[in-house]
């Protein structure tokens, strides 16, 4: 079965500086996507970013960036420019090319300091 | 565009109690999905719709728990009798039908506390 790994419960950042959050998965899966979801205080839970497997090219949203390294199965988030904003819950996921669901990591909380 | 509702946000009952817990996608999304996280672990797939159809329930942890999605549109998931270890946040998502990337689109969540 395919597992998620977020080795840092709990992380901080200075506002204004750059954090990478790091999550690591198990597959056999060669097609593959994997998914940083934020959950704010608020609760609903919202996309950040994608990664489709099968393209080589690191994904981009802003001051959101991942460094997905295939053959290590790595898949960490960079959020450049930290803002108070940021504070939240963070996710990994996984989903196969076969299957529907989703597998998540524990999460990291991310904490940002004024 | 409306987002994924849940309701209740939160309910506390008693070991034995039943408890619905309803989910309403986003309107046109074919997909559906429960899933559940306890308190400092992961998120966990419970089950897929496809309209009114389970198409995955592979996640479902036992018979108390039993999901319904009459008419293909919102969902309820019953826990009956509920156990301490049901205590948790119960997360709905849902997606169109389609591509394989789609992101799932998730609701706030229904904090469950079993006493």
């Known amino acids: 079965a395919q597992t998620v790994t977020q080795s840092q419960p709990e992380m901080s950042v200075q506002e204004a500086e750059t954090v990478t959050l790091s999550c690591t998965y198990d597959?056999?899966?060669?097609?593959?996507?994997l998914f940083w979801y934020k959950q704010p205080p608020s609760r609903q839970m919202i996309l950040v970013i994608r990664?489709?497997?099968?393209?080589?090219q690191n994904a981009t949203e802003n001051r959101f960036s991942v460094n997905f390294q295939k053959a290590a199965k790595s898949f960490s988030l960079k959020i450049s420019d930290s803002q108070l904003g940021d504070a939240a819950m963070y996710f990994c996921?996984?989903?196969?090319?076969?299957?529907?669901?989703?597998?998540f990591g524990t999460g990291t909380s991310l904490t940002v300091i004024p | 565009e409306a987002g994924v509702t849940q309701f209740p946000s939160h309910s506390v009952i008693e070991k034995g109690q039943t408890v619905t817990l309803r989910c309403d996608p986003i309107?046109?999304?074919?997909?559906l999905y429960w899933y559940r996280r306890v308190m400092g672990k992961e998120i966990k797939f419970l089950l897929h719709?496809?309209?009114?159809?389970?198409?995955?329930e592979s996640g479902m942890p036992n018979n108390r728990f039993l999901a319904e999605r009459t008419g293909g549109t919102y969902s309820t998931l019953k826990v009956q009798p509920a156990e301490l270890e049901d205590s948790g946040v119960y997360f709905c998502?849902?997606?169109?039908?389609?591509?394989?990337?789609?992101?799932?689109?998730f609701g706030p969540g229904t904090r469950l506390t079993v006493l």
């Open positions: 998502a849902s997606s169109p039908l389609g591509l394989a990337d789609n992101e799932q689109f």
């Open positions: 597959t056999s899966e060669s097609d593959y996507y």
């Open positions: 990664q489709e497997a099968y393209k080589q």
């Open positions: 996921a996984y989903r196969g090319n076969t299957g529907n669901q989703f597998y």
């Open positions: 309107s046109g999304h074919d997909n």
């Open positions: 719709f496809v309209k009114e159809s389970k198409q995955d």
